[in-house]
């Protein structure tokens, strides 16, 4: 698979002494990511409309703490979207906080639930805002006749940990319909990016005898990711299956602290400080601002957000990013207080 994937991020507010901290989100379902429906029985498995409903779960992971965040009063403003509308507290998607409840089943002339939510985590520490989005798409399964169902063998299982020491993991899927293994089909597959929710096409993955596999490798992974394949019938192209499977990386994940050489706060608008950004993984420090641009195996991309949490330009600059390690943030950059946000990105 392609490299260039984002490993890791940090961030440091300007007028606090606190260093910066990850914050990833993941999403889960209760009833899994794929929902099957019988048009010859009119019958849905699992059907959403009766106990036990499906349950969405947002959750919100922050450096330095082992504890999902998102169900403590740390995370507030809840928002979820499903299809683009906006979820209440009432009829067939209801939420409460970080958990969404599910009681209509897919529309067959939908076939999927994009599914969004937004909240703020405020860092009890630092008092700087970040706001997290996460993601996740349920899809309707189904076909002309017998349904159809995608599903995986994980062979290596579904999570690189330092117990089982691997590397890479296959994903195998094939399409069955009923009960039987249909082989004429051409598969394609894609992956979440959580930056913007869309999905993005993945290459590198071998068709053989209808199954179609998927190598994942270590370094695509950060904490969470989550990959879908389609089955396309050769005979009726209108006739698409998707499947989704998540892959954890459960190691010691890459951290960045970031960290100021001149202090982080800017008095009377007269000084300016450099931020710089260290990366660690297993407990030990790989790269930092002194090590050589050769040598170097990270791009450092900056982002800079106002005491509101909207993204501004830099300072003479007409851009809201900067790349490098270190960087200077001027005192026209700061607004009574400003957020710098560093995303890692393997080169």
């Not at 890791?8 to 260093?19: K, R, Y």
């Not at 330095?64 to 509308?85: I, R």
């Not at 970080?98 to 969004?116: D, G, M, R």
């Not at 899809?139 to 995986?152: E, I, R």
Request: proline fraction near 3%.
């Amino acid at each position: 698979m392609a490299t260039g994937k984002k490993i890791a991020s940090g961030q440091i507010t300007i007028v606090d002494l606190n260093d910066g901290k990850a914050v990833q989100a993941y999403t889960s379902t209760s009833l899994g990511e794929t929902q099957m429906y019988n048009p010859d029985t009119k019958v849905y498995t699992p059907s959403y409309t009766s106990s036990p409903y499906q349950v969405v779960t947002a959750k919100v992971y922050v450096t330095g703490l082992s504890a999902d965040q998102a169900p403590t009063a740390a995370c507030t403003g809840w928002t979820w979207k499903v299809n683009g509308t906006a979820v209440s507290t009432t009829g067939n998607y209801t939420f409460a906080n970080n958990v969404l409840t599910i009681k209509a089943n897919i529309p067959t002339s939908t076939k999927y639930l994009n599914i969004e939510w937004e909240c703020d985590y405020n860092d009890p520490d630092t008092g700087a805002v970040t706001h997290v989005n996460g993601y996740k798409t349920i899809a309707l399964s189904q076909s002309g006749g017998a349904a159809g169902l995608v599903v995986f063998e994980l062979p290596n299982g579904d999570t690189f940990d330092k117990g089982n020491n691997y590397t890479q993991i296959a994903i195998k899927a094939k399409l069955l319909r009923g009960a039987v293994h249909d082989k004429t089909v051409t598969a394609v597959w894609e992956r979440l990016d959580i930056s913007d929710g869309t999905w993005k096409s993945v290459t590198g993955a071998t068709f053989a005898d209808g199954v179609s596999t998927l190598t994942v490798n270590a370094d695509d992974v950060l904490n969470f990711q989550t990959f879908r394949v389609k089955f396309t019938d050769n005979e009726n192209t209108s006739e698409v299956f998707y499947g989704y499977q998540t892959v954890m990386d459960a190691t010691d994940p890459y951290i960045v602290y970031v960290r100021s050489t001149t202090g982080d706060k800017i008095v009377n608008g007269m000084q300016s400080t450099q931020i710089f950004a260290e990366v660690w993984l297993d407990g030990k420090k790989i790269e930092d601002q002194n090590t050589p641009e050769a040598s170097r195996q990270f791009v450092y991309t900056w982002t800079k957000y106002d005491k509101n949490g909207v993204a501004t330009n830099w300072s003479g600059k007409n851009t809201t990013t900067q790349t490098g390690n270190p960087v200077k943030v001027a005192a026209a950059d700061v607004d009574v207080r400003a957020t710098i946000w560093c995303e890692v990105t393997k080169k």
